[in-house]
């Protein structure tokens, strides 16, 4: 079988007049956007679209959709209204399109008013959202969840069960739970479904927003540190049921492979590239995103084992779809063949780390180009040693101390940075961490 992973479509719906979420001056608004600025409603009907195609030779089972749906924007842009209303917009299109077939629907962080703030508790959005997701949701039980914390669990028709959750709720931005020690009873909600999983072996895909582990270019780790440790022993623990995981938030093509004690690989976590082609800017510290295309991919897996077997990721070219006014998709990848791996398990993730390993290698250089959507910018330019450091031991390492020590071993044969450049990177590591 065959499911659909679409993330952060960050509709701007003032693209082409006021520009809200444009982080530069756009002079010629392309039809299917900029790569400064959030997606414009063509780009976006356009991709569900590409969707649809996408399935014509090989049917969806579903579709798992990460959120982060409202524009980047200060508050006084928004209200709660308006991001129902962009919320509502974006189900009836996906609905539209795919009339038949389930969609697992999750909040990014962006999706709450005020944005990053999602309480650990019943409110007027979870309400909303829940009148327009529940025929996909399809269990009343569940419906007492998401009132309570944004988060449910169903059984695909194969038997599958989805665990979606609300990982908005650990965000280093979410002031409303900083401090607490289980927000929404989440994490005592997720114990119970994977030991009651486990006990009749069920296969499990894990899917939210803010995803687990250590984010290049900068290392973000986006969780707060309690959380973090938290949710990884849940899912290290369940990791022989745990078949895939897929989260969204980083708006780059990316994965994580996690290690048991022995190092053997037992859980693969996926980054979905976003929708929106917009590029982060902190003018204070003079960084910059890189260029990078809309996105979404389809996943091939077993559906009695869940095994997941395949990933084929497909891009806008967004220049040339200005240019031709009309939108070309294109196959970035497809990970057996491209990546040379039997199928996307963790071994199989792992094998491709570790022909990564060499800043200079064919592989690695192929990853890079990928992880911008294969996006032909000045922008991206070359990965440097510490660049490689980055994004190498996010592969390998979800915990920060260890990935901080692995950074810090592979760019050790460079110059060490002095403290006060040290001390800079941790505030635009924060500056960074609101931004997104």
């Known amino acids: 079988g065959w499911f659909l992973h679409v993330t ?34 063509n780009l976006i009907t356009s991709a ?67 944005h990053d703030q999602f309480p650990p508790h019943n409110n007027e959005l979870y309400n909303r959202t829940l009148e327009q997701w529940k025929s996909w949701i399809n269990d009343v039980q569940q419906e007492d969840n998401f009132r309570k914390g944004g988060y449910y669990t169903v059984k695909t028709t194969s038997g599958i069960r989805i665990l979606a959750l609300n990982t908005n709720l650990y965000y280093t931005s979410d002031k409303v739970t900083a401090g607490l020690t289980d927000p929404a009873d989440q994490f005592s909600w997720m114990e119970n479904v994977l030991a009651s999983s486990n006990a009749s072996n069920e296969k499990v895909i894990v ?44 708006h780059n093509d990316n994965f994580r492979v996690f290690y048991d004690e022995q190092d053997k690989p037992v859980l693969g976590l996926f980054m979905a590239p976003s929708v929106t082609p917009w590029r982060y800017k902190i003018p204070s510290l003079g960084v910059t995103g890189k ?47 491209d990546m040379s791996i039997p199928d996307i398990t963790p071994a199989s993730m792992d094998l491709f780390v570790k022909r990564m390993a060499d800043p ?13 959507t294969s996006a032909e910018h000045p922008s991206i330019g070359v990965c440097d040693q510490s660049c490689h450091a980055r994004i190498h031991c996010n592969f390998i390492h979800s915990s920060k101390k260890k990935y901080d020590q692995c950074v810090n071993l592979l760019t050790s044969n460079a110059t060490p940075i002095s403290l006060v450049w040290f001390y800079m990177f941790l505030v635009i590591v924060a500056c960074f961490m609101n931004i997104l």
Request: charge should be negative; proline fraction near 5%; aromatic fraction near 16%.
């Open 360 to 372: 200079n290698g064919a592989d690695f250089k192929k990853f890079y180009s990928w992880r911008f």
């Open 48 to 114: 569900v679209e590409a969707m649809k195609n996408a399935t014509e030779d090989r049917d969806a089972d579903f579709i798992l959709w990460t959120g982060d749906n409202v524009l980047h924007v200060g508050d006084d842009k928004v209200n709660i209204d308006i991001n129902d209303q962009i919320l509502g917009n974006l189900t009836q299109l996906l609905r539209t399109h795919f009339p038949t077939v389930p969609v697992y629907a999750t909040y990014g962080n962006h999706d709450y008013y005020p």
């Open 291 to 337: 260029a990078h295309n809309p996105g979404f991919r389809m996943i091939k897996y077993d559906q009695s084992t869940g095994r997941h077997l395949d990933l084929i990721q497909y891009f806008m070219d967004l220049p040339e779809s200005n240019r031709m006014q009309a939108p070309v998709w294109k196959t970035g990848y497809t990970a057996t063949s």
């Open 8 to 41: 952060d479509f960050h509709w701007d719906y003032t693209y082409g007049s006021q520009d809200w979420s444009c982080n530069d001056n756009v002079s010629n608004h392309g039809l299917y956007g900029d790569y400064w600025c959030d997606s414009p409603w």
């Open 207 to 250: 899917t939210g927003h803010v995803p687990p582990g250590m984010a290049p270019p900068l290392g973000t780790r986006w969780m707060y540190e309690d959380f973090h440790q938290k949710l990884n022993s849940i899912l290290y623990k369940y990791s022989n049921i745990i078949i895939g995981m897929h989260f969204g938030h980083e």
